[in-house]
């Protein structure tokens, strides 16, 4: 075998070789290639002046902002009470109370821890706004006398106590014991909630006899409750909301004709408990009375309210014995379906009562028409219309003939309003009629 002739065919076309390699590396030189260029030899073909500078600063994530939902407890219980006079000027009596027993009320508030809040802070809890403690209280005044800036704003002042002052017009401005408007400009300012007493503090009921026409007595009624709103709203620049009923004396009139004048609610002088159910027109109000502490107590315990207090010179003596003697009906703290009864009391353990000098108030009524049976011993009195709240007080006063002292006895009772719509209704209320003739036959 040739191997010198192989030897050279092979260096010939490893040369070969190599001259075309040389040839394509060339032709990549010259042509190059389609990788893409790296970033840093990019151009781009924007013209720099139309490049937007972007802010690169780290910002915190706005979220959307949820407030929390408002936790109401619905089981709460408040106590609005209604103050007339606090006032030294005078006997203490159940419209006007001493200076110093109305600052020791507003003591024992707080030394029980029983918060006081404004009316207000009541009806937006009732709207699911704002929660209320458990048990509270809402502190109201009524009429319009002076005392209310001279004594009671001092005393709520160093109390803190948020307060509502229920003005009739007529009254305002007036010469002697009433407020002026710049004491009124300075309750406000101190934290009272200004609300109407109508504008005369005329029975709103009776008065119907005085006019020919219903028509005109609407339009009456219209310039006691309106009117009086929108003066006040005018002369002191503030919303007033509430409606205290002149004397406690209300119907479904009323009612209507106060929340067409645009107020938010309504006062009476029921004495019971404010829930988170009572109507919005017809709230509860204990009245406070300076010559006896029979409300107070029943207001503030959050429990029952019976009770009897012996009063000489305006002292308070708890007398417990006695009641038990007496008779009442509706009984006391009992529950019953009639819608129109006749509230009775025994009084025939206390001898020769002079029937002159006997009062029988009824909340939501005042003082009423009551008859006395001189034989018998026994005061008894129909309601009238018939019964829309769900508890209602009783209170008698009279003089005891053995020592001349002033008895004051106070009842309630409960109604149940779901039984007025059953079917066995009027037999259920016979037989509870049967059943007061019983007791008091024995």
């Known amino acids: ?139 109201t005044i009524d009429d319009g006398y002076d005392d209310i800036f001279d004594n009671a704003l001092p005393i709520l002042k160093e109390f803190k106590y948020p307060f509502t002052f229920y003005l009739y017009t007529k009254f305002l401005g007036g010469s002697g014991r009433t407020l002026n408007e710049s004491e009124v400009k300075e309750l406000i300012l101190s934290g ?60 479904d009139l009323l009612v209507s004709k106060v929340q067409e004048a645009g107020y938010h609610s309504a006062v009476t002088v029921n004495g019971a408990k404010a829930n988170y159910a009572s109507p919005m027109y017809e ?27 012996n009063q000489t010179n305006s002292s308070n003596v708890s007398t417990n014995e006695e009641v038990l003697k007496i008779k009442f009906w509706p009984r006391a703290e009992s529950e019953i379906i009639d819608r129109l009864p006749e509230i009775r009391a025994d009084l025939s353990e206390f001898n020769s009562i002079d029937s002159q000098k006997i009062t029988m108030k009824v909340s939501g009524f005042g003082v009423v028409p009551s008859d006395f049976d001189e034989d018998k011993g026994i005061i008894k009195w129909r309601v009238p219309r018939k019964l829309r709240v769900k508890s209602t007080s009783v209170f008698l006063s009279f003089v005891d003939p053995l020592d001349e002292t002033n008895k004051n006895i106070s009842w309630s009772f409960n109604l149940n309003l779901s039984a007025y719509y059953l079917p066995e209704y009027g037999e259920n209320v016979k037989k509870e009629r049967e059943l007061m003739e019983n007791i008091f036959s024995q």
């Not at 939902?69 to 009596?93: A, C, F, N």
């Not at 609300?195 to 020919?212: E, V, Y």
């Not at 029979?294 to 309210?305: M, V």
């Open 192 to 251: 009272g909630e200004l609300a109407s007493h109508s504008t005369s503090h005329d029975f709103l009921i009776r008065a119907r006899k005085n006019f020919s026409d219903q028509n005109k007595y609407e339009e009456w009624l219209l310039r006691e409750i309106k009117g009086s709103k929108d003066s006040l709203e005018k002369i002191f620049g503030v919303k007033v909301n509430s409606f205290a009923y002149p004397y406690g004396e209300y119907s």
């Open 1 to 139: 075998m040739d191997f010198n002739g192989l030897r050279k065919l092979t260096k010939l076309k490893t040369k070969k070789y190599k001259n075309i390699v040389h040839v394509i590396l060339v032709c990549f030189s010259i042509c190059g290639c389609d990788r893409p260029k790296s970033s840093e030899e990019f151009i781009s073909d924007v013209p720099v002046e139309e490049i937007k500078k972007v802010e690169l600063v780290a910002k915190p994530i706005q979220l959307p902002e949820t407030p929390p939902k408002v936790i109401i407890d619905k089981s709460s219980r408040v106590t609005i009470l209604g103050y007339h006079q606090i006032s030294d000027r005078g006997s203490p009596s159940e419209m006007r109370i001493g200076v110093e027993k109305f600052r020791s009320q507003m003591q024992s508030l707080k030394d029980a821890g029983v918060k006081v809040i404004s009316h207000n802070d009541y009806l937006l809890w009732k709207e699911d706004k704002k929660p209320i403690p458990e048990n509270c209280v809402i502190i």
């Open 283 to 309: 709230l509860p109000r204990y009245i406070i009375h300076g010559n006896n502490d029979i409300n107070w107590k029943a207001g503030t315990s959050f429990g029952g309210n019976v009770g009897l207090s």
